[in-house]
């Protein structure tokens, strides 16, 4: 015999399959539309959101029209992306950051030119800074 909640569920998923699983581009959309309406109330939401967070990050992590986007992603520096959103969160610009040298210095290491990477005692210094942990930039 199965459970009344194997029931609510198989009927839950029949009526908004996207939940479990994304196979479409209208399904995506449904499932972006879905997740504007439950954060809205998020305490409430809260474990339909966590499900269906899972199956729209499946799909973008898998999808083509995703595909340029998730190259990009992987190939960026993980510290140096850190350090970008830093920038941006705090109005900060290449004169704003004496932890890792001149504007000259800041362009290139945001830049990856001339091989130019944040050091240790340069995440040492922005970890001081904003209070973050080291493992952020790694």
């Not at 839950?12 to 879905?34: C, G, K, R, S, V």
């Not at 954060?39 to 899972?54: C, G, Q, T």
Request: charged share 25%.
């Amino acid at each position: 015999m199965v459970s009344p909640a194997v029931v609510q569920i198989r009927d839950a998923l029949a009526q908004l399959p996207f939940l479990a699983h994304i196979e479409t581009p209208d399904d995506y959309e449904q499932a972006l539309e879905l997740m504007d309406q439950l954060v809205d109330d998020y305490d409430s939401n809260k474990p339909l959101i966590e499900i269906l967070a899972v199956s729209i990050e499946r799909w973008e992590d898998h999808a083509e029209e995703f595909s340029d986007f998730n190259a990009v992603v992987a190939g960026t520096d993980r510290g140096i992306a850190v350090l970008k959103t830093l920038m941006a969160q705090h109005g900060l610009g290449v004169a704003d950051l004496p932890e890792l040298g001149s504007k000259g210095n800041v362009s290139k290491i945001l830049n990856g030119a001339d091989g130019k990477k944040l050091s240790r005692k340069h995440i040492e210094a922005l970890c001081k800074r904003f209070g973050l942990s080291p493992a952020l930039f790694f």
